[in-house]
């Protein structure tokens, strides 16, 4: 019995970002320079299949600092931290290697400056995801107001509208966060904005390509992990564009009765999926579709960041 046609289009560029390769390669670093094991806390980056692997070289993946012993160094994830986790590090004389990718970095630091000229800053984001907890936690409680949605900006009382400032999460769906925005603005002609657009160019590189593979394709997969915030919005691209969209983070994952009747199906990988994992699905439904494959690239992407230098300093 023939196999059914099917047309798949992955969408380029996907799946990992600078700030990930730059998280992971931190954490192999510290294991041949330090010997295992080393602490991470946290996922270094939100995806089973790369953290699985970097256990089986030795790291160590805890939840909170406190379960780390003095002696062993400790990577701090890409999501980055509240400014109490390095503090309380050096209080205990430990050895860190701080991974928060550079872009949320950026983040921290227009916060600290909004914070030292007084504004009260709003954080655009989803509560309770690691970096809206890092971003908030570098300031004083009480200084940051998170908003999550337009309804949260109408129901917003600022005592002080004159001196309002905005930041958001690296990895939000581009168009809500236009929403959101423009709501604020409306309410507040005078809300500082960043300098330079907050959402990381990945997200946004990774969104415009589903939205552009979506309205070619009758289904999109997207592979990544249910943590990931940046895998969960091109699900959203896709559906809000029209075309039915599934979050796998493995071929095994598949629903293949949500594949029949597709003609055209899309592939792209959130930014923490790595490229054998898109490759697996695509190897899955080669198994049991005569597929044809072509690629759509929107940007090209050549971003790359350093590691921290106390990974080349001699221990």
Known sequence: MSKPELKILIANPRGFCAGVDRAIKIVEVALEKYGPPVY???EIVHNRYVVEGLERSGAIFVDELSEVPDDMPVVFSAHGVPKSVPSEAERRNMTYVDATCPLVSKVHREVERHYKSNHHILMIGHAGHPEVIGTMGQVEAGSMTLVETVED???????NPENLAFVTQTTLSVDDTTDIVSALKQKYSSVESPKKEDICYATTNRQAAVKEIAALCD??????APNSSNSRRLVEVSEKAGTPSML???AKDLDWRWLEGAVTVGISAG???PEILVEEVVDAIKERYEAKVD???TAEENVTFKLPPILSKAR
């Open 153 to 159: 900006v109408e129901s917003l009382d600022i005592k």
């Open 219 to 224: 289904k999109v997969i997207i592979i990544g």
């Open 40 to 42: 991470v806390r946290h």
């Open 295 to 297: 690629f759509i690239t």
């Open 248 to 250: 796998v983070q493995r």
């Open 271 to 273: 930014a923490s999926a």
